[in-house]
């Protein structure tokens, strides 16, 4: 694969970029099965080794298995995406390699660096200029077949060679044969008169055409034959007439003589490279975590070497690193082991380029004026190691309230001045909202006049950039925006995931694009509402049936797992969805037979607690759940009868008034209590027994 978008027309500064060509077999393992121009297996290993022990990627294994064709396979460490592999794989390997144009060409004895439009024009016109002259020479040659023929048909069919034999000399042979043919041959020097039938000779006769004629043997003057000798000048003619139609239009014969130069020489020799574009890799989104920041508040350093001191975050050993102190100022670094970037630091974080949604609120004090301002800004494009200031620059600027928001949230905050100032109200709130997000350099809104006394947070708002689109890859569990892995949606500020897991848990988590899920163990994936409702199949191992259960979420601790199945031996969850009406089709043995039926989850149960057992579904295992997806089903989906008893245990959440005597509900008379008796006559078979504590 080629990318030519950089590549100028061949001018001196331009680049192509070439990729191998890279199949994902599974999970776990990609294959390399088409090298870039120029590379052989052996450097591309040996790059791709490198940059495994550089930590930019992360490998178990490389095996070269090329034989006739190419084939190297790399086996992948257990959660590590191939996706993010393999742009990292382009990032940091000779999977990509690029190549300058650098043509210098010499015209008129000058060297000259020509794009590649502009060799072609003048290696077209050369060749141009080549056919012009090549069809010059065939048509004096031509000209030339012709005039001879047609000296020697008038030789020989006026029997010229006659008038000669009573010549004495050789001159006189060729003066003999002159006025011979000056009878019936006319030339640019005796031209035609009105009248005269003389064939038009194309240039005059010379001694060596008369020479040539008296070459002509008896036996050839004998075998003479008038019909072939008329029919091959008429094809001269022709050809004649051809090459100066050619002549008259040179450019179109150029044109067919490259495409027979096309259909002659081209099969077989079709482009195998495919042009394309790639996407921008940024190396710092693609580059595995190879190191941990920290942060010296005080001093003002942070670094990778810095091990004793406050951990950050995970991050690469090539990533940039933003720092902002309390007296308005920010810097934007390459880490290394320890940088200084200025003492009092209030926020240090690993900075992208191409972020444009993580946003700044600020209130910062103006040392001149003792104004206090409010602003919003986004920090797109810096240059590296260089200071800026956020504030007006004067002395005695300092910072009152700072964040750093990841989806661009807006904040109401609680402004509290100083009891010695003059103004009427001394407490009030200021909405980040109303601030529209500018440039760093901003000067900001007026927030007050007055000293300020303490800023504090009072509420989160919504993005004011809108939801984030977030995806998973389903292979290393990390949440994306690059529309790599599964869907899971639209993300506004506020929003919740709501993660299902196989053991039978679920756990709410705020988002968290740093965050890893543990995939292998993740049954569903989605965002949260306060309408969710689950839907589980599960083998309860105690009782040895299959129970349906439909809940809605009633805790709301987030960051914890709570188990919605039972805590017996045996158990275990065979599906959960997040679906609204979601339809199954599972699968059974009676005996050596399966089976196999459809449910319709949403008519088969209510929606119940989220501790209760549920409905049974058949009192056996399954060996196979599917998920129909819409329009899959049948049109008529059967809704199955509970069996013989289905015994319903539905316990709250939070339960706080004692243990009360179960009420017993008849299926066919008003509920009734019975305290004191244990006397249930009257049931039949397949009534519906709710014990309801």
């Known amino acids: 694969m080629v990318d030519v978008t950089e590549y100028q027309d061949g001018h001196r500064g331009g680049r192509v970029k070439i990729r191998a060509k890279i199949v994902q077999l599974d999970k776990s393992t990609l294959n390399i099965v088409e090298l870039p121009f120029g590379v052989t297996t052996n450097t591309l290993i040996e790059s791709i080794l490198k940059a495994n022990d550089k930590g930019q990627i992360k490998i178990k294994k490389v095996n070269d298995n090329t034989a006739k064709d190419v084939e190297i396979q790399i086996e992948l460490m257990p ?170 239009h040179l450019t179109d014969f150029t044109i067919a003589y490259f495409e027979r130069l096309l259909e002659k020489y081209g099969k077989g020799r079709e482009r195998r490279t495919i042009i394309t574009s790639f996407d921008t890799i940024e190396l710092k989104e693609v580059v595995a975590n190879n190191a941990k920041l920290y942060v010296d508040r005080v001093e003002g350093f942070i670094g990778m070497g810095m091990k004793k001191d406050e951990f950050v975050c995970d991050c690469s050993d090539i990533a940039d690193v933003i720092a902002f102190t309390r007296d308005g100022k920010f810097k934007v670094v390459k880490i290394a082991d320890k940088v200084f970037v200025g003492k009092d630091i209030i926020h240090a974080a690993v900075w992208l380029k191409s972020d444009d949604r993580t946003t700044y609120n600020l209130v910062y004090l103006d040392g001149k004026s003792g104004k206090s301002f409010g602003k919003r800004f986004n920090v797109t494009a810096i240059t590296r190691d260089k200071e800026y200031d956020l504030t007006q620059g004067t002395k005695g600027s300092k910072i009152l309230y700072f964040t750093a928001n990841s989806n661009g949230e807006s904040e109401i905050v609680n402004i509290q001045l100083t009891q010695s100032s003059t103004a009427k109200k001394k407490v009030f709130d200021f909405d980040f909202g109303d601030l529209a997000i500018k440039g760093r350099a901003s000067q900001g809104n007026i927030v007050t006049k007055y000293p300020v006394r303490k800023v504090t947070q009072v509420s989160v708002g919504k993005s004011s950039l809108g939801a984030m689109q977030i995806y998973m890859d389903e292979v290393s569990g990390k949440l994306n925006q690059d529309e790599r ?62 129970m349906v259960k439909r809940f809605k979420i009633e805790t709301s601790t987030y960051d914890q797992k709570f188990t919605f199945i039972p805590d017996t031996p045996g158990t275990k969850l065979y599906f959960a969805s997040m679906d609204k009406l979601p339809v199954i089709k599972y699968g059974y043995n009676v005996g050596k037979t399966k089976e196999e039926r459809e449910v319709a989850l949403a008519e088969f149960i209510e929606i119940k607690g989220w501790k209760a057992l549920g409905n049974k579904l058949i009192d056996a295992k399954l060996t196979k759940v599917e998920k129909l997806e819409s329009g899959q089903a049948d049109e008529e989906i059967e809704v199955l009868e509970q069996e013989d008893i289905n015994i319903e245990v539905s316990t709250p959440a939070e339960p706080e008034k004692p243990v009360k005597r179960p009420e017993i509900k008849l299926p066919s008379e008003t509920n009734t209590k019975d305290t004191d008796s244990e006397d249930h006559s009257g049931y039949k078979p397949g009534d519906t027994i709710e014990f309801d504590f």
């Open 79 to 248: 959660g590590v995406s191939p996706d993010v592999t393999i742009d990292a794989l382009y990032a940091f390997t000779d999977c990509e390699v690029s190549y300058s144009p650098n043509a210098c060409v010499i015209v008129d004895n000058k060297p000259m660096f020509l794009s590649v439009s502009e060799i072609l024009r003048i290696s077209t016109m050369q060749t141009m200029e080549l056919l012009r002259r090549e069809l010059e020479i065939k048509k004096g040659e031509l000209e030339e077949k012709w005039h001879n023929a047609s000296l020697e048909k008038i030789f020989i069919e006026n029997r010229i060679y006659r008038d000669i034999e009573e010549c004495e000399s050789f001159e006189e042979v060729i003066t003999t044969i002159d006025l011979g043919l000056k009878k019936y041959v006319a030339t640019p020097s005796d031209p035609l008169k009105p009248g005269d039938n003389r064939l038009m000779m194309m240039r005059d006769i010379t001694e060596d055409d008369i020479t040539r004629l008296t070459e002509i043997k008896i036996k050839r003057i004998s075998k003479y034959n008038k019909f072939k000798a008329d029919e091959m000048m008429a094809q001269l003619l022709a050809d004649l007439e051809q090459v100066k139609h050619d002549l008259l």
């Open 485 to 546: 892995g599964k869907y899971l949606g639209a993300f506004d500020t506020g929003s919740k995931l709501l993660s299902i897991y196989k053991d039978g848990s679920y756990e709410i988590n705020e988002l968290d694009l740093n965050k890893k899920y543990d995939v292998n163990n993740l049954m569903e994936i989605g965002n949260y509402q306060e309408s969710s409702v689950i839907s589980a199949v599960y083998f309860e191992g105690e009782k040895g049936w299959t």
